[in-house]
């Protein structure tokens, strides 16, 4: 693991995740970073306090983009389940929520950093690992009645 902070890549693929018990409610985000080889480099699941689902989603993805700038990649491949987050950053669907507006902007912003995006509307069932990071972090701070609860591991595990 060590050393792949600095080593460049030139892709890494970037799974997100965000939800809510409620809308709103208690909500987490999952995060898991892959390089091209599909080896996991990062994984993330953290509580965010009380927001609505699509502002989780939003944010797992703002999260997810700035912990991928450590990587120096210049390709990104996000795999997320919000069909709205998609359509929206593909500029299929307008940002109607005002909650919504200044998240989609520092998204935009962030993407624009890379070479080459890739955004993938995926089922839930692709990304369940960071599903499970999402329930993770939110169960987390329900048992113990913490406003913010965060972990942050690195792993070897592969994608492929």
């Not at 460049?8 to 892959?34: E, V």
């Not at 703002?62 to 390709?75: A, I, P, Q």
């Not at 890739?118 to 069932?125: A, D, F, T």
Request: net charge positive.
């Amino acid at each position: 693991m060590y050393g792949e902070k600095t080593k460049k890549h030139k892709k890494i693929i970037l799974f997100t995740d965000g939800g809510s018990k409620g809308n709103p409610g208690p909500a987490g985000i999952g995060i898991l970073i892959f390089n091209k080889d599909g080896k996991l480099i990062k994984k993330v699941s953290e509580f965010i306090g009380k927001t609505t689902n699509n502002v989780a989603e939003y944010t797992a993805l703002l999260r997810g983009l700035e912990l991928s700038k450590e990587f120096n990649v210049d390709e990104i491949e996000i795999k997320c389940d919000s069909k709205l987050m998609v359509n929206q950053l593909k500029k299929k669907w307008k940002v109607k929520s005002p909650n919504l507006k200044p998240l989609y902007q520092k998204v935009r912003l962030l993407l624009s950093a890379y070479r080459k995006v890739n955004l993938i509307h995926v089922p839930r069932s692709i990304i369940k690992a960071a599903d499970k990071l999402v329930n993770k972090a939110i169960n987390s701070s329900l048992d113990k009645d913490v406003e913010v609860h965060f972990v942050e591991e690195e792993t070897e595990s592969t994608l492929f």
